[in-house]
C-alpha cells in the first residue's frame, strides 16, 4: 500500500455519499487518527513505498538488439506488429502513453527528405 491510498480511507468523498456530517481530516475529533496516518504515511515512505518516478529507464542497443531476436518487435505476428508501433512511437515521438498514442492524427508525422543524407527519407 502507498502513502496515497491511505488518504482514501479516510477520504470525504465517500463520507459525503452517506452524509456523514464529519471531516476526518479538519475536525478536531479526529486529530489523533490524522496524526497517526501521518505516521503510517511517513513510515511506508521511508520503506520506499512512496510515489514512484514516471522517468522510465533507457533501452541500451543491446536491449533493443535482444527485442529484436526474440521477435518481440518484428512484423510476425499481430503483437509483435503492434509491439513495433508501440516502440517507434515511444522513441521517435516521445509518445508516452496510451492516449497520445490513439489521440495521433493523419497527417501529424510527415514522410520528407533528408538534406543531410541525400535519398535517405526521413520522418517530421
Known amino acids: 500500500m502507498t502513502p496515497q491510498a491511505l488518504n482514501k480511507f479516510l477520504s470525504d468523498a465517500f463520507r459525503r455519499k452517506i452524509n456523514y456530517g464529519l471531516c476526518l481530516m479538519k475536525d478536531v475529533q479526529f486529530e489523533q487518527t490524522r496524526k497517526a496516518l501521518q505516521s503510517k504515511q511517513r ?3 521511508q520503506k520506499g513505498m512512496g510515489t514512484k518516478p514516471n522517468a522510465s529507464a533507457v533501452l541500451s542497443e543491446e536491449d533493443i538488439r535482444v527485442l529484436f531476436e526474440k521477435d518481440l518487435l518484428e512484423s510476425s505476428t499481430a503483437e ?18 496510451c492516449k497520445e498514442t490513439r489521440e495521433m492524427c493523419w497527417g501529424d508525422v510527415k514522410l520528407c527528405q533528408n538534406f543531410h543524407r541525400v535519398g535517405v527519407p526521413r520522418i517530421q
Request: proline share 0%.
Open 43 to 45: 513510515d511506508l515512505k
Open 80 to 97: 509483435a506488429l503492434l509491439n513495433r508501433v508501440w516502440f517507434n512511437d515511444t522513441i521517435h515521438f516521445g509518445l508516452r502513453g
